[in-house]
Every structure is written in C-alpha cells, then in structure tokens.
C-alpha cells in the first residue's frame, strides 16, 4: 500500500465522524432519488404489462343508444383491431351495513368467457353463469372496503325497480385499475363500485334489446388515434354520440398519469436539499483540511510527490465520503420504494406490484451525489495543486483586523468581550459562515417545504368543505327530474333547507382546442354550493353565460368576454354557443357553471334538476340519509362530514411513513451542517480555545463561544430557509397541479415553526457531541507553537 494511501486511511479514521455525516447528507439523497424513481419504474411497469395482458382499449365513446348493426361498420373503420359495444349505467346500491347509497356503476360481459377488451382477471369465485339474470361481479378495492365477496348478495335501483344481485366473483380490469365515478372528485372505495353483469341481464333490465350505449376499440398497429376517433364520432353522432376520446383521457389511465408526473416531481426536488448541502460540507471540511495540514504537504512536494498526486489524495475523502453514501443510500433506497411501492398498493389495482428496482436509478443517484460532492471538493484540491513547498511552510497569514460592524456602528461598548469574539469570527470567515447558513436554511428548506402537501391539502379540505360546499347531504338523481323531485326531497324530517343543481356533460370547443367536460347550474345567490377560489373568493353565476375554470379556460385559450360553442351530449350533441362571463380558480375539478335557470334554458326543457344539496338539522344526518333510501330516483346520498373523515383518514395512513421520512432527512441535515461547522471551528480554534482554559475558563464557558457562533449561524438561516423553503414550494406547486387538482402555494406559521425547532434540536444535538470534544482538549498541544 502506497504511503498516500496509509496517510488517506489515517486521516478517514481521524475523521470519521465527519465523513460519516456527509456519507449520511449524500445516501439520504442517493435513497430519495432512487426510492422515488424505483416507486415510478415499479408502478409504471406494472401499468404496461395489465395494460397489455389485458388488452386495455385505446378508444372510449358513449352514446345514448345506438342499434348493435353498427358495431359491425366501427369494426371496418381503418385501423381498428377490434370493438366491443357494451351497456353500461349507473345504480344504486344498498349495501349491509352502510348507512349511505352506494352507487354501482354496471358493466355488461359475454355470460360465455372469451378473450374480450379490457379483460377481467378474477381474484376471487368465478364467471358469470351463462342465462343468469341476477349473478354479478364486483371490483376488488370495493369488495373489500364494502366487505362484500362470493355468496354474499346487495339489492340494486335497477330502472327504477328494487334488484337482488348475487355476487359470484370479484376482479380487476384495466379500466378500473382506480376507480373513478361518482359525482364526487374524492371516491369512498365503500360506496362506489364496478359491478359487471351479462349483456342479456342489461338488456332487460334497462330496455336495451338489439342496442348498446357505450363502445371500446382496440387500435391496430400503426394506426392513428385521431383518424380513428373522427370516424367513431362520425359513425355514432347520430344517436347522441358523445365525442370519443383516446386512453389518455381515460380517467382511470389520466389518474395514473398525473400520480407519475408528481412522482417525478418529487424524485427531481427533494434530492437537490441533499445533493447542494453534500456538496458545500465536503467543501468546507477539504478546504480546511487543506489549511490545517499545510506543512505535511509542503513535506509530501519536497520528498517529490506532484500536485496532482496530492490532490488526487485529498480527492480520495470525497471519493470515501461517495462510496460510503452509495452504501447507506442505495439500500435505503430499495427500502424505500419497496415502503412507497406497497402504499400505491391498496390505490391502484394490478394482478401484481412488485417493487421493480430501478438499478439506472441507483446509478444516476450515486452519480449526481458523488458529482455534487467532487464538485464541492474541488476547490480544495486546487489549492493543494497551487502550494508550493516554500508557501506551504509557512503558516498562514493571519487575517487583517479591522473593527466589527457593530464596534464601526458604535454599539462596541454595548457587547460582551465574549460575543465580540463570536461575532469577529464570523465576520471573518464570510464564506465559511455563509456557507454554514445555506447549509443550515436547507435544512429549514426541507422541513418547511415538506410540509407543504399537508398544508396545501388542509388548505383545500377549508375552501372545499368549509367555504364552498356547505350542504350537509348531496342527493344525485339517477337521471334528470321535474324540479318537483327536489322539492319532495325538501319535504324529508330533518331537512332543514334545499337548493336544486342541474348538471350535463358537454364538449365545449374553441378554435382548434376542445375538451369533455361538464356543466353545472346552481341556484342564484347559492348558500349551500358556492363557487369559491384558491384566495377564498366568491363568485356568483351570472343570468346570462357561464363562468369556467381556470384551467379549462387556459387549455381553450378562452378569456371573459369570449364566447365558447358547447356541443349537448344529453341531447345528441346539438350545439350551442356561451358568452363568458367570468373566469374563476377553484382548487378542485374542471368546469362549466352557471345558473340553474339559464342551462335549463340552454337544454331547452322545463325546469329540470339532477340532484339537490340539502341542509340538515344537527343530529339528524342519519335519519335522513336513512329516508333518502327510499326514493328509487335517488341514486347517491352521500355526507360531506363523512366525506371529510374518510379523506382524513386516507391521509393519516399515506402520509405518516412520508413525514418521518422528511423529519429524519432534514434532522441529518441539520445535524451533519452544525457539526461539521463546530468541528471545524473546534480545530481551527484549538489554540485560542485552550489559551482561555489556561486563563480559567471553564468548558462550558469555552463551549459556550462555539455555541454562540451556531445561535448566530442558527438566527441567519432560519429566515433564509423560509426563503428557500417558499422557492421549494412554489416548485412543488407546478410539480403537484394535475387537471382534478390545483394545489395553491401554502406555508403556514406552525409548518415554519416545525422546522424551527426541528432544526434547533438538530443543533443541540450537535452542540452535545462537539461539547464532548471541548471536555478532552490537550491544552499543552494546543499552546505548542510551531519551529
């Protein structure tokens, strides 16, 4: 073993704590990188292999009813591999054991098992019985959060006629891998559910001899999406055809999509905390090491050594410092995708999630650390290259004195000889100081910024559920009613009062953009839906014209003022033209909206609804969503306080693991960043340090001067952290928008005052282990001057 190398094991051992906690800063963002990535690779893979397996259809459409002698001319249609007409519709469940409606959404399948699009795969019991008229399947996420399965029974609103269903079997499709429904953007798995039937049982239930109302294609290879899609539209407009639309838009495959974008939001973010703060210690403990070992490299040139040799020496404790980080991060890191992995688990529905461990992750991850970390090195290793024998063997040229700002402002007499000495040695090592606070402020950065999901969700439950909607009960209508229905709902004990809502798909176009959405009409002057922004503001539905969203108006490239053409799907896709009249941001969903009135107007009909929002008398929710079940047209009666509870509670379970994550991260930030600079500025001060001793101080006096410097180091960046943390957040904000969601940038004074004191706690634990160092100074080495 060269002599280099002895004097680089030499030197690691020596530094060992150091080193171990740069190694920590850097496998924390080694484990972050690659947990985050191998979650997207591990989804993402089981995403392709059901998508393919299960022959996942690349074209929707709906239509109102079509004869089945046009699933033979869409099969012709160019490009197409195969269609399948289906029936599909909505009922109402009534679940054992469940208080509230549950709403079904019925699929209907061959009753002989065949290949077919979007195949199922049964978890559980078996297929259909070919001629049965009440045996069902249902969807596994409902299964067992309804704790319902094979053998047991539910009775359905069937066309308005009470159902049993026997379940036979529960599976997964592609369609469903989330299942997304309802007339609610958050889904309680309990009480929405995928129910398929056989085609014959559809039929008579809902009148559909000879027809269908809903077709999937699968398209051929090398086939054009939007070719394919125009001629569908073509073929199916004239029964009430709504436009057709590629897997992209298909909720369950956009649901997916938007949680991958967010993953790769976050894989990008959060390491950069890791990845600058490596970076800056491996910096500051080279620089010094440098300067305190000035003689043994003016030895090492003279006994012939290059600069580069010595360089490439020093060189090796970054080396160590990325090896030991890819030993702790890359472990941590399958840990953590295998943790992150199982959480998607329960949300998403595949025939299997493995933790697929993205090895090109572990790569990059290790590659980016050790790259930052080099990066940080580098500058003392130059200063390595540039010393010559001669300039190495002289000390240091101690620093200039000049008076501190305070002493130049006046106030020198105001503070003790001891602060003096804090504040002269911060002052005179800015770039040591500053790059202590940046280290520092990440740390903040990181705890403040990390909590920015809960903050932004807290803020969302407040403007959503407090704010906006502040019914009690929403009551959705299985179609569209007399206003009557409304009214006779009102009538209900415990009810205190009632406002109707009318709401129908649309294809809304401007220009050359276009998008399926819906619109809603409340009632003027609404108290119990209201129209509410990101800021809390309140909009009112004009009589005339609409207001849109945010989003929707920015992807038509609309403003207030224009007018927008909206083709009714309700009613064959007959368009209509809509002035503007306002523009508004909410934090959930996309959309139309405006007065009851005015969209039944729009439609062309009597004063319809589909569905109202109630207010209940306190205590009373129970009863009435109890009576609620009665009314066969009733399709979903759902509680927003029990909305609020379940989403609560999804959060606490999903968010935990993440919260620990982010306060052990930021902890070894903190720690690493604060020890380190007392470390340092224990070596670099050793003779001053021990000189006090010798004049009387005691330790915890002498401690008390380095831990002054790290109070003040502490007071700088803590408002630079918000800073940053801010900065953070906003990223996170675009990162984390999707089309159902738009997070506003939210940091509360209780998330800034947990890194506060997060990151003070850090620093005391630091302080507590460089105190011991302090205790087992030798004075007499320390006093020893050089010959």
């Not at 409902?142 to 704790?147: G, P, R, T, V």
């Not at 790259?371 to 101690?398: H, I, K, W």
């Amino acid at each position: 073993m060269r002599t280099l190398d002895l004097k680089l094991l030499r030197e690691l051992r020596r530094h060992r704590v150091q080193i171990m906690s740069i190694a920590l800063v850097m496998g924390c963002g080694t484990m972050t990188i690659m947990g985050l990535r191998t979650t997207l690779t591990s989804v993402r893979s089981a995403r392709d292999e059901f998508f393919a397996e299960y022959r996942f259809a690349d074209v929707f459409a709906h239509v109102e009813r079509a004869p089945a002698t046009m699933a033979p001319r869409l099969a012709a249609i160019p490009g197409v591999a195969a269609v399948e007409t289906r029936i599909v519709r909505d009922v109402r469940l009534d679940v054992p054991g469940i208080s509230e409606p549950a709403v079904g959404h019925m699929v209907s399948i061959p009753e002989e098992r065949r290949p077919m699009i979007n195949e199922l795969q049964i978890r559980r019991g078996r297929w259909i019985s070919p001629g049965s008229t009440d045996e069902v399947l249902i969807s596994e996420r409902f299964s067992e959060n309804a704790k319902l399965g094979p053998g047991d029974s539910v009775y359905a609103v069937v066309n308005g006629r009470w159902q049993r269903l026997h379940i036979v079997g529960v599976a997964i499709s592609p369609e469903f891998v989330v299942e997304v429904g309802g007339h609610a953007v958050f889904v309680d798995p309990s009480r929405f559910g995928i129910v398929w039937t056989g085609t014959d049982m559809m039929e008579s239930a809902f009148d559909m001899k000879g027809a269908f109302n809903d077709v999937v294609v699968r398209l051929a290879s090398g086939a054009s999406e939007a070719a394919v899609i125009h001629d569908v539209d073509q073929l199916l407009a004239p029964w009430g055809g709504a436009p057709a639309f590629g897997r992209a838009d298909q909720p369950a495959a956009q649901t997916l999509a938007d949680e991958f974008s967010q993953l790769r939001a976050n894989a990008t973010v959060f390491p950069l905390f890791f990845l600058i703060v490596a970076a800056f210690l491996l910096n500051v403990v080279l620089s010094r090491l440098v300067a305190s070992q000035r003689d043994e490299i003016a030895a090492l040139k003279a006994f012939g050594y290059s600069g580069r040799e010595i360089g490439f020496h020093y060189l090796g404790f970054g080396i160590a410092a990325v090896a030991l980080g890819a030993a702790l991060g890359v472990p941590a890191g399958i840990w953590m995708g295998a943790k992150f992995t199982n959480l998607y688990a329960d949300y998403f529905r595949f025939p299997e999630l493995r933790t697929a461990i993205d090895w090109n992750a572990a790569v990059m991850g290790v590659g980016i650390s050790g790259g930052f970390a080099l990066l940080g090195a580098l500058s003392g290793v130059r200063r390595v290259a540039r010393l010559t024998p001669a300039e190495a063997l002289r000390p240091e040229s101690p620093g200039k004195f000049r008076a501190l700002l305070v002493e130049q402002l006046g106030f020198g007499r105001f503070v003790s000889p001891g602060a003096r000495m804090v504040l002269r040695n911060l002052e005179r090592r800015p770039f040591r100081t500053m790059s202590t606070v940046i280290g520092v402020s990440l740390a903040v950065a990181l705890l403040a910024s990390g909590q920015f999901p809960y903050d932004a969700m807290d803020r969302l439950m407040d403007v959503e559920f407090r704010l906006a909607q502040r019914f009690d009960v929403l009551a959705a209508f299985t179609d569209r009613r007399p206003s009557s229905a409304a009214a006779e709902l009102a009538r209900v004990p415990g009810v205190v009062s009632a406002e109707a809502f009318r709401s129908t798909g649309v294809r809304v176009k401007h220009a050359a953009a276009s998008r399926n959405t819906s619109i809603t009409g409340i009632e003027p002057g609404s108290t119990l839906f209201r129209l509410v922004d990101t800021e809390g503001r309140e909009y009112r539905t004009p009589g005339d014209g609409c207001v849109l969203t945010a989003w929707l108006a920015a992807y038509l490239g609309v403003k207030a003022g224009d007018s927008v053409d909206v083709d009714l799907l309700e009613i064959g896709g007959t368009t209509r033209r809509v002035a503007i009249a306002g523009i508004y941001d909410p934090m959930m969903g996309q959309g139309i909206y405006m007065s009851r009135a005015a969209l039944n107007r729009l439609l062309r009909e009597q004063a319809a609804v589909s569905g109202t929002y109630l207010s209940v008398a306190p205590g009373r929710e129970s009863d009435v969503i109890t009576r609620l079940k009665e009314f066969p047209f009733v399709l979903l009666a759902t509680s927003r306080a029990a909305t609020v509870q379940r989403i609560e509670e999804q959060m606490r379970q999903s968010m935990t693991f993440v919260l620990t994550l982010i306060i052990t991260s930021a902890s070894i930030i903190a720690i690493g960043v604060v020890y380190n600079s007392a470390r340092i500025a224990l070596s670099e001060r050793g003779r001053e340090l021990a000189s006090l001793r010798v004049l009387g101080f005691t330790t915890n006096e002498v401690a008390g001067m380095l831990y002054g410097e790290q109070a003040a180091v502490l007071l700088l960046a803590i408002p630079v952290g918000i800073g940053f943390g801010k900065a953070f957040s906003i990223a996170l904000v675009r990162g984390f928008e999707t089309e159902r969601f738009h997070f506003p940038y939210v940091m509360t004074l209780s998330s800034q005052l947990f890194a506060v004191v997060i990151v003070i706690a850090a620093a005391v634990v630091a302080g507590l282990i460089v105190r011991g160092r302090i205790g087992r100074l030798d004075m007499v080495a320390a006093l020893r001057t050089r010959e």
